[in-house]
């Protein structure tokens, strides 16, 4: 898409703004008492939802741009990975703040009884230093070990989805469909890689036998 930066800069803004709307609702939701019977519950299991939605757009972007061969999807990479990082942040501070008022011990103590929060802990530490490493100085800094950082992302789906797993109790069509949506998209960019793998070899091969006719003529 051949646009300018100020058009670029308010669609942006209205992608942010669009963002925001699942935090807005929950938060208005809650001051209003319309969460339900277990409002608690409700806002950890809604930002926890969200993250991982976030999650999964961010990692689609690449395989629309794949797909379709446009390069605009992945200007909002940046901006969907740090807006999983908000949900993910959010969903941990419910847990943490109103489930368990701030007592690290309940937390200790919580962990070897429920598998979930331990997948749940390190999907948050995996998120954390890619939201940390996500501006362009970063990038400079970190070379090109800051792409090997950011394919982290990719653990980092499996153990959300790991989490959502052993977090649910009876219904995993939730979970199935999400798990469902990142193999493909995983799908699609390990399928790309491979393609790219064969032009390679493809593109080397006549090199590699003009070589070898060289080789022999000069014997």
């Known amino acids: 898409m051949l646009l300018n930066k100020q058009y670029w800069a308010v669609i942006k803004l209205l992608v942010f703004a669009l963002s925001l709307l699942p935090f807005f609702e929950l938060f208005f939701a809650g001051i209003n008492d319309q969460l339900g019977a277990n409002p608690i519950e409700t806002l950890h299991f809604g930002f926890g939802d969200w993250a991982l939605r976030f999650l999964?757009?961010?990692?689609?972007?690449?395989?629309?741009?794949?797909?379709?061969?446009?390069?605009?999807?992945?200007?909002?990479?940046?901006?969907?990975?740090?807006?999983?990082?908000?949900?993910?942040?959010?969903?941990?501070?419910?847990?943490?703040?109103?489930?368990?008022?701030?007592?690290?011990?309940?937390?200790?103590?919580?962990?070897?009884?429920?598998?979930?929060?331990?997948?749940?802990?390190?999907?948050?530490?995996?998120?954390?230093?890619?939201?940390?490493?996500?501006?362009?100085?970063?990038?400079?800094?970190?070379?090109?070990?800051?792409?090997?950082?950011?394919?982290?992302?990719?653990?980092?789906?499996?153990?959300?989805?790991?989490?959502?797993?052993?977090?649910?109790?009876?219904?995993?069509?939730?979970?199935?469909?999400?798990?469902?949506v990142v193999a493909m998209l995983l799908t699609v960019r390990a399928f790309n890689i491979y393609q790219k793998q064969i032009r390679s070899v493809k593109a080397k091969s006549p090199k590699l036998g003009q070589k070898k006719t060289t080789n022999k003529i000069s014997r």
Do not use: N
């Open 56 to 180: 999964c757009i961010g990692l689609a972007l690449t395989p629309i741009k794949i797909i379709t061969g446009q390069s605009w999807p992945v200007r909002f990479r940046r901006m969907m990975g740090l807006f999983a990082f908000f949900y993910a942040s959010l969903h941990l501070l419910v847990y943490v703040v109103l489930d368990l008022s701030l007592s690290w011990t309940a937390l200790i103590d919580e962990v070897p009884k429920s598998p979930y929060i331990l997948a749940g802990l390190v999907t948050y530490l995996l998120l954390l230093p890619l939201a940390l490493t996500s501006t362009s100085s970063m990038q400079k800094r970190f070379g090109r070990y800051w792409l090997v950082l950011h394919r982290s992302v990719y653990v980092a789906a499996i153990t959300a989805l790991v989490h959502y797993f052993w977090l649910v109790k009876k219904d995993y069509t939730q979970p199935l469909i999400y798990a469902a």
